[in-house]
């Protein structure tokens, strides 16, 4: 913890065996209440200080991150000046120019380093909530396709975190559809698809992660699942919860055309 909040700690620690103290004398229930209420807050305070939360909006929120898209850019084995000015570009668009500025510098200084991929996963855990997490991925999704593409190496390690994040496997072919790239595997000069407001039908199969011939309750049952987790209110970074708008609206849009199909 930093100076401040050693400093917090301290006046509310003390504040709090005042109160303890206070209460035992005068037996009042009211002041007991009172004190082992404070108590729980007090300690809640301090579990959440020494494991790193400082909110969606301070910068130690996304340093994890940061290290886990320094690892996911260099996976290929090239670091490609282009792909560096639009993870830039990025995180000046989503992020305040004050935060955005801190971030880049962490950035580039984790570029030459190298990190337990795991641990930085558990960390990630510890402080955000699956709807979070999965806003996280597609941040990391992003970032692997900034040159629109997306390498089988790419893909590998974005399971990997996905495994040690508890996300899913199964859901991996959901949240690349609500993506536009190209497989690097496949040609290069391939036309990519349009984002379109309504998706072609193929699409929608693949957003909500169903089989073609999934009737209506598997469909239903697979929009409710999606729904759960990428409902905004699940998500507590503004910028994050904006993301998590646009994608719940384009898991609704695949559900309707399904739905409309198959009535």
């Not at 050693?6 to 209440?33: D, K, Q, Y």
């Not at 960390?123 to 709807?131: A, D, L, V």
């Not at 409710?224 to 699940?234: F, G």
């Amino acid at each position: 913890m930093n100076l401040f909040k050693n400093r917090v700690v301290i006046r509310l620690g003390g504040v709090l065996i005042a109160t303890i103290v206070s209460a035992v004398l005068t037996s009042n229930p009211l002041l007991i209440i009172f004190s082992f209420t404070f108590g729980v807050i007090f300690i809640l305070f301090i579990y959440q200080s020494k494991n790193g939360y400082d909110g969606h909006n301070s910068i130690n929120w996304i340093l994890p991150i940061l290290k886990l898209s320094s690892q996911l850019i260099k996976i290929d084995g090239e670091i490609k000046g282009l792909e560096i000015r639009r993870i830039e570009r990025y995180l000046k668009d989503e992020f305040t120019e004050k935060r955005a500025e801190k971030a880049i510098l962490k950035f580039k200084e984790y570029l030459d380093k190298r990190f337990n991929i795991r641990a930085v996963c558990e960390k990630i855990n510890r402080t955000n909530k699956q709807g979070e997490k999965l806003q996280i991925l597609h941040f990391l999704i992003k970032i692997a396709i900034s040159d629109q593409f997306l390498s089988k190496k790419e893909e590998k390690l974005i399971q990997l975190i996905m495994k040690w994040m508890h996300i899913p496997a199964y859901r991996l072919k959901s949240i690349l559809a609500l993506h536009d790239f190209v497989y690097e595997d496949r040609q290069r000069n391939q036309k990519r698809e349009t984002t379109k407001p309504v998706f072609k039908t193929s699409k929608a199969y693949s957003i909500l992660g169903v089989s073609v011939d999934a009737d209506l309750e598997e469909i239903k049952k697979a929009y409710r699942d999606l729904a759960k987790v990428y409902h905004p209110d699940k998500v507590r970074d503004i910028n994050l919860k904006a993301n998590a708008a646009k994608q719940f609206q384009a898991i609704a849009e695949a559900y309707q055309l399904l739905k409309s199909k198959i009535n």
